[in-house]
């Protein structure tokens, strides 16, 4: 594929994808007569000049916008419960979230609170609570400024607690958005950093998924290229970045949030308690745990390391080389390889296990891990 043209993509809702695609967003809402949109984004994507851009187009278009940007960087239900008030108090018609992971979770949950209005933590996927989803739901758009989450593609949203900080799964086929306009420019000018830890969290989804023990032969295969696109791009994404490496990242991304649709596992059960304990960023948590986690599950899955080896182009075809590329690859992009260096003490180690063992994604996990487990990977990436 050429990297300076658009193209769509139905699978498994409307994707626009391909540089300025974003600009198409001010004649489709024209077209679906949608003219009062509550567009969320995060307090940093607000301020950036190619947001204001879209907000600006929007307005020559006469269409009234609300911007709706207090919300944090890992999301909690009060984000939720302010932003559907500013839906309700400007008479809205349609949400579009524009951002990273944050910003698409809090415009999803926000799209579900519209029209379903208990305590938002009765729809928890992980207790049933998709079954209460039953209202229709407002039009719903996702622009991704981020090649990490592909938050856009999904069904759900994670939010946290406010008190307990305990994640909760808000799901539902109704969560989709209608279209996505998938713009690698609006990743350009994302700072190494973000652009490194995003990347790695793709990654983790893409090799997580591969290897997650519910069997979806399909996932599997567009896990196995989101990781090879991801192998061919991250390095010159986040060290010099082009056109081509950012489409890449971009579309890998959102084949890692389809491919996960199969599960999860350890890797992501490691990285949520530092979001919810040190408010670590999820992409950086997933970055640092990713080798120790992926090491934790090669005895008796040697058939799938090897393929992913294959994929990623090693000499050695093994799940010890697997790993050794993980901690060479955050090298090459600045991430560190220990907990130590994000701000885990010690004294942490007993709560994180808690909360790990506690988690909703390390069932899906290939093999079972224990709470001691969780504690003997936490003191290894200490």
Same mark, same amino acid.
């Given at each position: 594929?050429?990297?300076?043209?658009?193209?769509?993509?139905?699978?498994?809702?409307?994707? +626009?994808?391909?540089?300025? #695609?974003? #600009?198409?967003?001010? @004649?489709?809402?024209?077209?679906?007569?949608?003219?009062?949109?509550?567009?969320?984004?995060? *307090?940093?994507?607000?301020?950036?000049?190619?947001?204001?851009?879209? /907000?600006?187009?929007?307005?020559?278009?006469?269409?009234?916008?609300?911007?709706?940007?207090?919300?944090?960087?890992?999301?909690?239900?009060?984000?939720?419960?302010?932003?559907?008030?500013?839906?309700?108090?400007?008479?809205?018609?349609?949400?579009?979230?524009?951002?990273?992971?944050?910003?698409?979770?809090?415009?999803?949950?926000?799209?579900? +609170?519209?029209?379903? +209005?208990?305590?938002?933590?009765?729809?928890?996927?992980? /207790?049933?609570?998709?079954?209460?989803?039953?209202?229709?739901?407002?039009?719903?758009?996702?622009?991704?400024?981020?090649?990490?989450?592909?938050?856009?593609?999904? +069904?759900?949203?994670?939010?946290? @607690?406010?008190?307990?900080?305990?994640?909760?799964?808000?799901? #539902?086929?109704?969560?989709?958005?209608?279209?996505?306009?998938?713009?690698?420019?609006?990743?350009?000018?994302?700072?190494?950093?973000?652009?490194?830890?995003?990347?790695?969290?793709?990654?983790?989804?893409?090799?997580?998924?591969?290897?997650?023990?519910?069997?979806? *032969?399909?996932?599997?295969?567009?896990?196995?290229?989101?990781?090879?696109?991801?192998?061919?791009?991250?390095?010159?994404?986040?060290?010099?970045?082009?056109?081509?490496?950012?489409?890449?990242?971009?579309?890998?991304?959102?084949?890692?949030?389809?491919?996960?649709?199969?599960?999860?596992?350890?890797?992501?059960?490691?990285?949520?308690?530092? #979001?919810?304990?040190?408010?670590?960023?999820?992409?950086?948590?997933?970055?640092?745990?990713?080798?120790?986690?992926?090491?934790?599950?090669?005895?008796?899955?040697?058939?799938?390391?090897?393929?992913?080896?294959?994929?990623?182009?090693?000499?050695?075809?093994?799940?010890?080389?697997?790993?050794?590329?993980?901690?060479?690859?955050?090298?090459?992009?600045?991430?560190?390889?220990?907990?130590?260096?994000?701000?885990?003490?010690?004294?942490?180690?007993?709560?994180?296990? @808690?909360?790990?063992?506690?988690?909703?994604?390390?069932?899906?996990?290939?093999?079972?891990?224990?709470?001691?487990?969780?504690?003997?990977?936490?003191?290894?990436?200490?």
């Amino acid at each position: 594929m050429t990297f300076d043209k658009i193209y769509q993509y139905n699978f498994p809702t409307t994707i +626009r994808f391909g540089a300025g #695609s974003s #600009s198409e967003l001010p @004649d489709y809402l024209k077209k679906n007569q949608l003219a009062r949109p509550l567009v969320v984004t995060d *307090p940093t994507v607000a301020q950036l000049p190619f947001f204001k851009k879209i /907000i600006e187009d929007l307005k020559a278009k006469s269409i009234s916008v609300e911007v709706f940007s207090d919300i944090h960087k890992n999301p909690v239900k009060s984000d939720v419960y302010k932003g559907t008030d500013a839906y309700d108090g400007t008479k809205r018609d349609s949400i579009i979230g524009i951002g990273g992971g944050a910003a698409l979770d809090v415009a999803r949950a926000i799209v579900l +609170r519209v029209n379903h +209005r208990e305590d938002l933590f009765k729809y928890d996927d992980l /207790i049933g609570g998709d079954v209460f989803v039953t209202n229709d739901v407002p039009h719903f758009i996702t622009i991704p400024t981020t090649a990490g989450t592909g938050s856009e593609v999904g +069904r759900s949203a994670i939010i946290a @607690d406010d008190v307990t900080h305990q994640k909760k799964i808000l799901f #539902s086929p109704k969560l989709l958005a209608k279209i996505i306009f998938a713009d690698p420019l609006l990743t350009m000018d994302l700072p190494a950093f973000i652009t490194a830890a995003t990347g790695m969290d793709a990654l983790t989804h893409n090799m997580e998924a591969y290897i997650a023990k519910m069997p979806h *032969p399909l996932c599997e295969g567009i896990a196995l290229e989101g990781i090879s696109l991801i192998h061919q791009s991250l390095e010159t994404a986040v060290n010099k970045p082009d056109l081509e490496s950012r489409s890449k990242m971009l579309i890998a991304s959102l084949m890692g949030a389809i491919a996960f649709q199969k599960g999860l596992g350890v890797v992501h059960s490691l990285a949520h308690p530092l #979001s919810s304990l040190l408010d670590t960023h999820h992409g950086l948590a997933n970055a640092v745990n990713i080798p120790y986690g992926m090491e934790f599950n090669i005895a008796g899955f040697e058939e799938k390391f090897k393929r992913i080896a294959r994929t990623l182009e090693l000499k050695t075809e093994t799940g010890d080389a697997v790993v050794k590329y993980l901690f060479e690859l955050n090298t090459k992009v600045n991430i560190p390889h220990k907990l130590s260096a994000i701000g885990v003490k010690p004294e942490h180690i007993e709560t994180l296990a @808690d909360l790990a063992i506690a988690d909703f994604a390390h069932p899906n996990n290939p093999k079972p891990v224990t709470r001691e487990d969780f504690k003997q990977l936490y003191l290894k990436a200490l």
